[in-house]
Structure formats: structure tokens, C-alpha cells
């Protein structure tokens, strides 16, 4: 049973980093595709970033240059640091893995396994 556990989580003011943590059971965190979603209040979750192949790494355009998502081998997880964090950036973030397509690689259908969410609040 494949298992995903996010951790990390805070709340922090305009400007802050923070570094989440995603650790994977019952499957290999380094293969596949491992991703990270978050989900407004009142708003769909949506793509965050991706790491698949490799180094290969995929990110929406409000978040491109200022996070990094990175596989941590040591911990058979991924971790997403978010620099320079904006209040539009507080959500619900989710970990994902899965086989998707490329084509499906930003979306949630392409992912069969999720946890249970960590909450970042940016917030002067």
C-alpha cells in the first residue's frame, strides 16, 4: 500500500521560505513521477511542480524561479523549497506520485497516489 506523508508546513510572512517534505511507502520515490499540488480555499487544486526521469523538473509559471522540487533519495521522498512566498501562495500542498503522461503530467488525473496535505499560510 503506497503511502505519501507530507510535512513542513506554517505559517510565515510575505518574503519567507519554507521547505516541504514528502515521504513515500510502499513504492520507490525515485521512480515514476513524484509532484506537488496545492488547493486554495474555494479555489480547484492545482499543479504545482514535478519531477520525473531523472532530473527532469516541471513547474506552473506562478511558481517557476522560486521553488525547486528535488528528490530526497536518502529519505524515499521529494521536497519542494518555496523562496520568496507570497500570500497567494497559501493553500493546502499535497504530494502525488504516479506514472502520468507528459501531456498528464500537470494534472491530477495523472497521479494515483496523494497525501493527506500540509497548510502554508503567507500572511504579514
Known amino acids: 500500500q503506497v503511502q505519501l506523508v507530507e510535512s513542513g508546513g506554517g505559517l510565515v510572512r510575505p518574503g519567507d521560505s519554507l521547505r516541504l517534505s514528502c515521504i513515500a511507502s510502499?513504492?520507490?520515490?525515485?521512480?515514476?513521477?513524484m509532484a506537488w499540488f496545492r488547493q486554495a480555499p474555494g479555489k480547484e487544486r492545482e499543479f504545482v511542480a514535478a519531477?520525473?526521469?531523472?532530473?527532469?523538473?516541471y513547474y506552473a509559471t506562478s511558481v517557476k524561479g522560486r521553488f525547486t522540487i528535488s528528490r530526497n533519495n536518502a529519505r524515499n521522498g521529494v521536497d519542494l523549497q518555496m523562496n520568496s512566498l507570497r500570500p497567494e501562495d497559501t493553500a493546502v500542498y499535497y504530494c502525488?506520485?504516479?506514472?502520468?503522461?507528459?501531456?498528464?503530467?500537470?494534472?491530477?488525473?495523472?497521479?494515483?497516489?496523494w497525501g493527506q496535505g500540509t497548510q502554508v499560510t503567507v500572511a504579514s
Open positions: 502525488a506520485t504516479g506514472q502520468p503522461i507528459l501531456s498528464s503530467l500537470r494534472t491530477i488525473g495523472g497521479y494515483r497516489n
Open positions: 519531477i520525473r526521469n531523472g532530473p527532469n523538473t
Open positions: 510502499g513504492v520507490s520515490s525515485s521512480s515514476g513521477t
